[in-house]
């Protein structure tokens, strides 16, 4: 069945960098668009950034543009976000999801799900 499981977060202080992963299996990877959202406590779900298929195309969210890069290695079925520039208010689970469609903010448009990786951010 398809998996997505997130890692690499954790606690860092304000400014400092964490790189999640996210591990997919059970579907054909290469041909999905993928996703990643955080959700802070008490908080909607909201999208951080996309990429599409190839990853020559993606969507990064105005709040985190210039500090969180996406990328993905289709050989090795895996998504990755690299964040820098780590703010308090980056304290959220985040998750990485699929899609078919392409580079899509809102989290109602994709199917599967991953089941999060706690990042918290101590200023």
């Known amino acids: 069945q398809v998996q997505l499981v997130e890692s690499g977060g954790g606690l860092v202080q304000a400014g400092g960098s964490l790189r999640l992963s996210c591990a997919a299996s059970g579907f054909t990877f290469g041909l999905k668009a993928m996703a990643w959202f955080r959700q802070a406590p008490g908080k909607e779900r909201k999208f951080v950034a996309a990429?599409?298929?190839?990853?020559?195309?993606?969507h990064v969210a105005d709040s985190v543009k210039g500090r969180f890069t996406i990328s993905r290695d289709n050989a090795k079925n895996e998504l990755y976000l690299q964040m820098n520039s780590l703010k308090s208010e980056g304290t959220a689970v985040y998750y990485c999801?699929?899609?078919?469609?392409?580079?899509?903010?809102?989290?109602?448009?994709?199917?599967?799900w991953g089941q999060g990786t706690q990042v918290t951010v101590s200023s």
């Open positions: 999801a699929s899609q078919t469609e392409g580079l899509i903010e809102s989290p109602r448009e994709y199917d599967h």
């Open positions: 990429i599409n298929w190839s990853g020559d195309s993606i």
